[in-house]
């Protein structure tokens, strides 16, 4: 029993850090796209490539939910406590993506920002 229990831990925080891995570089194009001054052709592409590691951490994050809910379904707070070690690592990793989804969610602030104010140029100088 005690072996599951440390499996599902451990799958909890391997899940954990690729998530943390998606998002650090969903924050790193996001932040890269929003110091390029000059719009691209590549533009699609980084779009597509933004959808597919949005997808992608959804799913992880998904999972992750998914395995955190059966962890409690499954064993009791004193069959936790064995594994207290791996918990705090999984609340540490936990307060990680929460940082960092804070992180992402202000660079694409600073996107839209950034966008509406280059539609209202564009508009302005079309009027001209």
Known sequence: MNNKLKTSLENIVEISQ?????LNIQITNAITSNNDNVLTDNLSINEEQYQLNS???LNLLA???SLITQLFENYTQKQLGTELVMINEIVALDE???????????VLAAQVTKLKKSNKVRNI???Y
Not at 18 to 22: G, N, S, V, Y
Not at 96 to 106: A, D, E, F, I, V
């Open 18 to 22: 690729q998530a943390l891995l998606q």
């Open 55 to 57: 997808e992608q951490l």
């Open 63 to 65: 999972k992750r939910q």
């Open 96 to 106: 990680q993506l929460t940082s960092l989804s804070q992180k992402n969610k202000q």
């Open 125 to 127: 100088y079309n009027k």
